[in-house]
């Protein structure tokens, strides 16, 4: 399960339901799997900085990485920087450059969602001058499959960004799952969709809540994925990990089934 910024890997059994948590953004198109990210690209002169971050979705099984997107305005500066000064030397990485430049122009990117197989994400620029300072930020979306961008209302007419399985239903999402449904509810005052696992007799327990008002889900049991897919998110997966901290949901069993108690990270 995954939701703008993380992803959850949810296993279930005799002993109840445990899950782990990576900050991998993860998506799937075409029924291939992917991991979108930012990138950060710093440029450094004598007497200027350029940084941009762009946007990168990496295919799992072979490891191809696309660029979906970068400021262009970034580059824009830096060409006309040089233009102005055709003796400009740009610096080594692990060169220092001086804290006190004449120009410096930076382009920051924050994935907002993903939603199918669209990135959404806002952009923001600045240009520091001598004297002088402009900025400009938006927000945008790519379909990570082709690269190209796509308008944000278009989005809420495509029916792939609810994802393989899922159905709308007022104001909640369901997956039906191996003789049970997970829910996906927004939650107003929390800014958060509560999970839910609902039997066929209709009895309810919550998992938790994720940052995403439509998560996505991908189910690996059944189909079950073939071993090299498997491996290849269990890398991933780990890799993101900023820390090696498991989210465990701890249950308890009474007659009439599991309950949720609490979440502990």
């Not at 400021?71 to 080594?92: C, F, G, I, M, Q």
């Not at 499959?145 to 399985?165: E, Q, W």
């Not at 998110?233 to 949720?260: H, I, K, M, S």
Request: glycine share 8%; with cysteine.
């Amino acid at each position: 399960m995954a939701d703008a910024g993380s992803t959850y890997w949810v296993r279930s059994g005799p002993r109840g339901v445990s899950a782990r948590t990576s900050p991998l953004i993860l998506t799937s198109a075409d029924n291939r799997f992917y991991e979108v990210y930012v990138d950060e690209v710093t440029r450094s002169y004598d007497d200027a900085i350029f940084t941009r971050e762009p946007i990168y979705c990496r295919d799992l099984l072979t490891g191809r990485k696309k660029l979906l997107w970068e400021e262009s305005r970034v580059s824009a500066w830096e060409k006309a920087y040089l233009t102005r000064n055709p003796a400009a030397r740009l610096l080594d990485p692990e060169e220092e450059g001086s804290d006190e430049v004449s120009v410096s122009a930076s382009g920051e990117s924050d994935i907002l969602a993903v939603v199918g197989p669209y990135v959404l994400y806002d952009r923001r620029v600045v240009l520091e001058r001598d004297n002088f300072q402009a900025s400009d930020s938006s927000r945008g979306a790519i379909d990570l499959r082709s690269g190209t961008g796509v308008a944000l209302d278009a989005l809420v007419k495509d029916t792939s960004i609810l994802g393989a399985g899922a159905v709308r239903e007022g104001d909640h999402v369901r997956w039906r799952h191996s003789g049970y449904d997970v829910i996906a509810r927004w939650d107003d005052d929390r800014g958060e969709s509560e999970m839910v696992i609902r039997d066929l007799r209709g009895h309810e327990w919550t998992l938790g809540y994720v940052g995403s008002r439509l998560p996505r889900i991908f189910w690996l049991d059944q189909p079950r994925v073939d071993g090299r897919l498997r491996t290849a998110l269990t890398n991933a997966f780990d890799d993101a990990r900023a820390d090696d901290v498991d989210a465990q949901l701890v249950l308890r069993r009474d007659t009439e089934g599991p309950q949720v108690i609490a979440i502990n990270q």
